[in-house]
């Protein structure tokens, strides 16, 4: 992702460069806290909009073989919110390849 951590990106891109990770749901509060001041401060990924979606591997499996047990999850994607479930097979498989962030 440092790929994504450049001037022209970071200042003066008008409609922002989105940086999508994941997290797993037992991510600790003060691991966030760390994440989120080292990106605001320029020290992680580049990019100037980050989304983060929490939850593990085997919701995500299990939201799309049971979904009616599974219809409160939401996540962020290209500028909204969406339940996990109501998305084409398609953008849950994009959703899939999102990068897990583990804290260092």
């Known amino acids: 992702m440092k790929c994504w ?3 022209s990106i970071n200042v003066g891109f008008a409609n ?8 797993a ?6 691991d966030m806290v760390t994440l989120l001041k080292k990106y605001a401060d320029g020290n992680v990924i580049g990019g100037n909009i ?22 409160l999850i939401r996540v962020r994607t290209g500028g909204w919110n969406e339940f996990y479930i ?19």
């Open 5 to 7: 951590d450049m001037r």
């Open 50 to 71: 980050l989304t983060i979606i929490c939850a593990n591997p085997d919701t995500f499996t299990n939201a799309q073989l049971n979904p009616e047990k599974y219809d």
């Open 25 to 30: 749901e037992n991510f600790k509060e003060s």
């Open 86 to 104: 109501t998305f084409f097979t398609a953008h849950q498989k994009h959703l899939e390849r999102r990068i897990y962030y583990h804290a260092p």
């Open 16 to 23: 922002g460069a989105e940086v999508g990770l994941k997290i």
